[in-house]
């Protein structure tokens, strides 16, 4: 198994404002989306950008992975955000609206033209139907797409749908995307939550986000942050039931069936137990 990357948790944070991309470096988060595009007014985006790429570059914001979302493709500001992100060199670029694959390699032939570093990845937000329709192909057009980020706020306007507890309008689109990224064998980011005072209705949001498969969360506020990192860590029973599985495994093996707890144990139920193992050593690793 390679190195598992915690993502439990993915804060976007505006770059136009330094004391947010300060106090950054202090949030508990496991990652970060220094923003360029929504969070930034126009006549801001060539300071933030600047901003931004110091930022990435800086080596200052420890072990969490450092993105940077910039401009869609077709909008004034969307090369030179490219070419700069490029060259600061984040662990990932963030892209809006990818729509197809054929973008994809468009984005990553950029990338490399401009001289990204092999250790700078791209992710793709997937928030318009087109996408949702054809969330395969995009997740299996470049290796060097490492992960699905859902713009849930901007797929519920294309659908003309609404924002309900519960999120049934989406659902079908979520398990498209969730279904792309496991067969590409990609991370997958569930979208934001937008009203940061409803504790209880983020909280339910994130426990949905982690029964359906997601990685983690974006979020917008870091009041949000340690929600999602309790709901998308296992639990300490969920840490202890899979090293006892394994074990009685282990144990069992050549014996015919073998069960824990009552459960008949197979392999795909070691391997999900080494994965959720996989997943507490390196949060661990992340958090000391």
Request: glycine letters at 8%.
């Amino acid at each position: 198994m390679s190195e598992f990357v915690p993502l439990r948790s993915v804060l976007y944070m505006p770059s136009s404002n330094e004391r947010a991309l300060e106090k950054a470096k202090s949030i508990p988060c496991d990652g970060l989306i220094l923003d360029l595009e929504d969070a930034v007014a126009p006549d801001a985006k060539p300071a933030a950008r600047e901003a931004a790429c110091r930022a990435a570059a800086s080596g200052e914001y420890g072990r969490r992975t450092v993105t940077i979302r910039v401009n869609g493709i077709g909008t004034e500001w969307h090369e030179a955000d490219l070419e700069a992100a490029a060259q600061a060199g984040p662990a990932a670029v963030v892209v809006p609206k990818v729509g197809s694959a054929a973008e994809v390699q468009q984005l990553v032939a950029a990338l490399e033209r401009h001289g990204a570093p092999d250790h700078t990845t791209l992710w793709a937000m997937i928030e318009t139907p087109g996408a949702i329709l054809d969330a395969l192909a995009i997740a299996r057009a470049s290796e060097r797409l490492s992960t699905f980020v859902l713009g849930t706020n901007d797929l519920v306007k294309e659908l003309y749908a609404e924002h309900v507890p519960g999120r049934a309008p989406i659902l079908p689109s979520l398990h498209t995307v969730l279904l792309a990224a496991r067969a590409a064998g990609i991370a997958v980011l569930d979208g934001v939550y937008n009203d940061v005072k409803d504790t209880d209705g983020f909280l339910a949001e994130c426990r949905q986000g982690r029964e359906m498969g997601f990685d983690g969360k974006t979020l917008i506020h870091p009041g949000q942050v340690e929600g999602a990192n309790a709901a998308f860590a296992p639990s300490e029973q969920a840490v202890e039931d899979a090293r006892g599985l394994i074990a009685a495994f282990e144990a069992g093996q050549g014996s015919g069936v073998v069960t824990y707890n009552g459960r008949m144990v197979e392999n795909l139920h070691v391997e999900s137990a080494r994965r959720t193992l996989a997943i507490a050593a390196a949060i661990a690793s992340l958090e000391a």
